[in-house]
């Protein structure tokens, strides 16, 4: 299974101001992602961050074990002092990539492209809503229930309202 997410901010006390999450610390919040994702995600899955994943090293060593599935990261805005340890526990960093997947391709991305190369454009930037005209989808934690979503659910999802559009 291929899950996507992006933006849990682990460690990240601003996090919870910021996009208004409904913790009453980052402890909490942690515990809650961490309970969320391995709910979802089973240790062989496949699971593309889209960044902002993991606010300090510390708490890089303390959530990265305890998460199910192969991560593969997106590079964020704040993920840098998480790289090292990241690096350590085999979770490969990347830039931009191109996800084939049912003979469709998809552009996986923290930042929204202005151009992309395949069938829609997955980004994680949270302030940027989906837009299906324009073929972007966000898959923000905040926008998911706090868990990573699976890229056939979205696809189905997309393949639904566009045939209802139809009618």
């Known amino acids: 299974m291929i899950w996507l997410t992006a933006n849990q901010n682990f460690g990240r006390h601003s996090a919870i101001e910021l996009w208004e999450r409904p913790f009453k610390d980052v402890k909490e919040m942690n515990q809650a992602l961490i309970k969320a994702w391995n709910k979802t995600v089973k240790k062989e899955d496949i699971v593309w961050v889209l960044g902002d994943f993991v606010w300090d090293p510390d708490t890089a060593e303390e959530v990265i074990g305890k998460l199910n599935g192969e991560i593969h990261l997106i ?3 704040y993920d840098l002092p998480a ?3 990241l690096n350590k526990k085999s979770i490969y960093i990347n830039g ?3 996800l084939k997947f ?12 202005c151009e992309w ?3 829609l454009s997955f980004i994680g930037y ?3 809503c989906t837009d299906l ?9 905040d926008s998911w229930d706090f868990k990573p979503v699976s890229l056939e ?6 393949d639904s309202v566009k045939k209802d559009l139809k009618k």
Do not use: A, F
Not at 102 to 113: D, G, I, N, V
């Open 96 to 98: 931009l990539h191109h």
């Open 153 to 158: 659910k979205i696809i189905d999802l997309i």
């Open 83 to 85: 790289l090292n340890i």
């Open 102 to 113: 049912k003979e469709k391709t998809y552009t996986l991305s923290y930042w929204p492209q």
């Open 117 to 119: 190369y395949g069938d």
């Open 75 to 77: 590079q964020g805005m």
């Open 133 to 141: 005209d324009l073929g972007r989808i966000n898959v923000s934690c």
């Open 126 to 128: 949270p302030e940027y």
